[in-house]
């Protein structure tokens, strides 16, 4: 039985890894993802699509990462540093020309029968808004 933290590390470096293929196999068909710009979308393909989407605007890697989890084994948090470049207009945000960036972002999991059934992301956008604008 593999523990919640390493099914959270593991989506991790596969999103670093942009393995859609390793990131679907970690959650649930039916999972919910709760995105920075405040939409939930559920099921595999809409978090592929919204995973995708994102990073096709911003080309985010993670590190410094930090697991922590509840006594239960359900829910994962992983604080972590968000590096990346603003490649294309994102709607709502600044111009895209390039900028580099370094934030503190958060991913919670929620883990059920090994699987990922809920993924949130969390950081703070007008800081993030800020870097962006230069």
């Known amino acids: 039985m593999t523990d919640a933290q390493t099914i959270a590390s593991r989506f ?6 942009r393995d859609f293929d390793a ?3 970690l ?6 993802l709760d995105s920075l710009t405040g939409q939930r979308t559920v099921g595999v393909e809409p978090l592929r699509a919204n995973i995708m989407t994102f ?15 509840d006594s239960f084994g359900q829910r994962v948090a ?11 207009t994102f709607d709502g ?4 020309s390039g900028q580099t960036y370094s934030i503190p972002s958060v ?28």
């Not at 991790?12 to 890894?17: C, T, V, W």
């Not at 911003?58 to 922590?68: A, K």
């Not at 999991?109 to 604008?133: G, K």
């Open 27 to 32: 959650v649930d068909e039916d999972v919910a």
């Open 107 to 134: 991913f919670v999991f929620e883990i059920e029968d090994q699987s990922i059934t809920r993924l949130s992301h969390y950081r703070n956008m007008r800081a993030f808004e800020a870097e962006l604008s230069g």
């Open 12 to 17: 991790i470096q596969a999103l670093n890894d």
């Open 78 to 88: 992983a604080d972590l540093t968000a590096r990346g470049s603003y490649r294309e």
């Open 55 to 69: 990073l096709r605007h911003f080309d985010e890697s993670y590190g410094d990462i930090v697991l922590m989890r």
């Open 23 to 25: 990131l679907s196999r």
């Open 93 to 96: 945000f600044p111009a895209a």
